[in-house]
């Protein structure tokens, strides 16, 4: 069975920093892809980032990088010179054919100046 | 205009109403879904329509019915729910189903209080 876990509730950056948002997974099946949502307070999930289980590259978007470790089965989301609009709540995410996406609980993340 | 609106933002009903969320997406897309949002667990997937066919269903109690008369509309029928029924709905939508890479695109949510 799919499954993705997040184990940091919460995340503290200062302005301008970088922070890793982890993200693990487990499936069996080698076709995959592996997703990044932000969802700040007005709810709405925004999509960030996507890899894919056969990419050999690791994806980038802008400030957001995915350190994607198909060994380790980690998919962790790197946010490059932190800005106080990137406080909200993240979510990584996984699918596979035939599946629609699962989330994982997600982390939030404080930016502060 | 964004790509998923989702009507109303905010819904408080008693147990023994009924009432419907509406959620319209306007980006050409052929599959849509529901996912339920509760405090401090992962976003459930409730229903997925793909080309107006039901194709997959969580399990969902029968308290809550889904109805998609085309690709841009879907609703969510609720009657004679729980408290525990009370989270953020959201909508989403992507291109296709089932085929794996699919980017969706969500609503706002309709955030449900149920007394």
């Known amino acids: 069975a799919q499954k993705i876990t997040q184990t940091q509730p919460g995340m503290f950056v200062q302005e301008k920093e970088a922070v890793t948002l982890d993200c693990t997974y487990d499936t069996s099946d080698p076709s995959y892809g592996l997703f990044w949502y932000k969802q700040p307070s007005s709810g709405e999930m925004i999509f960030l980032i996507y890899?894919?289980?056969?990419?050999?590259q690791n994806a980038t978007e802008g400030r957001y990088s995915l350190n994607f470790q198909k060994a380790r089965k980690s998919a962790n989301l790197v946010i490059s010179a932190s800005q106080l609009g990137d406080s909200a709540m993240y979510f990584c995410a996984m699918d596979q054919a035939g599946t629609a996406l699962i989330f994982g609980k997600g982390t939030t993340l404080s930016v502060s100046s | 205009e964004t790509g998923v609106t989702q009507t109303p933002r905010h819904l408080v009903m008693g147990m023994t109403n009924k009432k419907s969320l509406k959620c319209e997406q306007h980006?050409?897309?052929?599959?849509m879904y529901w996912y339920k949002q509760s405090a401090k667990k992962p976003l459930e997937l409730m229903f997925v329509?793909?080309?107006?066919?039901?194709?997959e269903n969580n399990s969902v109690p029968s308290r809550f019915s889904p109805e998609c008369p085309n690709s841009s509309h879907l609703f969510l029928h609720l009657h004679t729910l729980q408290p525990e029924d009370s989270a953020l709905y959201l909508c989403?939508?992507?291109?296709?189903?089932?085929?794996?890479?699919?980017?969706?695109?969500f609503g706002s949510g309709t955030q449900l209080s149920v007394l």
């Open positions: 329509y793909s080309l107006e066919e039901r194709v």
């Open positions: 980006l050409g897309h052929n599959a």
């Open positions: 989403a939508s992507s291109q296709n189903s089932g085929t794996g890479g699919e980017k969706l695109f």
């Open positions: 890899q894919g289980s056969y990419d050999q």
